[in-house]
């Protein structure tokens, strides 16, 4: 992983997916090296504001991919390193602390110190983030990827999910991107959340340019209606692919330190569970690429809301 600036003298605009510009125009970027690819997997990167219910989603929707019989390796990339806990009950230590704790010598290293297996034989990594005010977010990623494939742990594995923090406001945050296959976006039927939906779909556009992800859609979550988001597909070309309603079901797994389906079971939950499952099944199968389009910011003040 190599971070350098990219010289505005370097700068080639291009629409065109698959053409190669530089990361980040103008910017300080993170830069996947090549042999940091990985390959085998099925990968996805889950996005979405600030707590509007990524891990959750993530980690049922890890159980749900263990349910179908895939080998699955989640990955938290959030220095709060909860994304995992309803999936092993605790909160494990970060990729990053583990690191700093052998000076940085990953020879030092073995899986056990830093993967943990969750429920249904999920297997879960926090990699963490450098202390407040320093460093970049997308090193964190890096090494923790640096660290899967020195200990070949990504070999046997059919799904990886990356669990990335908040919205997207620079090259770090994006860096799961590079990685991933598609790129799913979490959001309620609400300004904020799909405020920072708009500025996702805009960073995977940046880096569907170098990379091969594509996005795969919105998880609506947290809402008993989808109008507003059902606004902001029809203009971006954005497309709904889950549901999952604010239930306080889905609160309580949380405080319970559980997946929904270790929840009791219940006509309500059933039906989650049941698109949980359904979601995974499809995202496995293969869902195709969704060609939308961001919105200008003032635009989307405009659109949404009541008349």
Do not use: W
């Not at 494990?92 to 899986?111: G, K, N, Q």
């Amino acid at each position: 992983m190599n971070v350098q600036a990219v010289p505005m003298s370097q700068i080639k605009r291009s629409n065109s997916v698959g053409k190669h510009v530089p990361d980040g125009q103008g910017s300080v970027q993170v830069h996947q090296d090549a042999s940091m690819k990985i390959e085998g997997a099925k990968v996805f990167a889950v996005y979405g504001k600030g707590g509007i219910g990524k891990s959750t989603t993530s980690s049922n929707l890890s159980a749900a991919f263990s349910k179908l019989g895939k080998r699955v390796l989640q990955i938290g990339c959030d220095p709060k390193h909860d994304s995992t806990f309803t999936l092993t009950k605790q909160l494990m230590p970060t990729v990053i602390d583990v690191l700093a704790e052998a000076d940085f010598h990953t020879e030092e290293l073995s899986p056990e110190d830093y993967v943990y297996e969750g429920y249904n034989g999920v297997m879960c990594v926090e990699a963490g983030g450098p202390p407040a005010g320093t460093g970049c977010g997308g090193y964190v990623v890096g090494q923790t990827v640096k660290l899967l494939k020195e200990h070949h742990l990504l070999e046997d594995t059919d799904v990886v999910i990356f669990d990335v923090l908040g919205d997207v406001v620079c090259g770090g945050f994006a860096a799961p991107l590079q990685h991933a296959e598609r790129a799913l976006v979490v959001a309620a039927n609400d300004f904020d959340s799909i405020f920072a939906m708009n500025r996702i779909v805009q960073a995977i556009g940046a880096k569907a340019k170098n990379y091969d992800v594509r996005i795969g859609g919105v998880i609506c979550n947290r809402s008993a209606g989808t109008d507003q988001i059902d606004r902001f597909n029809d203009v971006t070309g954005m497309e709904t692919i889950a549901h999952f309603p604010d239930l306080d079901v889905i609160r309580r797994s949380r405080l319970k330190k559980s997946t929904l389906f270790e929840m009791e079971q219940s006509p309500e939950l059933d039906a989650v569970t049941n698109e949980y499952m359904r979601l995974a099944a499809n995202l496995y199968a293969g869902v195709d690429p969704v060609n939308a389009v961001s919105m200008q910011d003032r635009d989307i003040f405009d659109l949404l809301g009541f008349d």
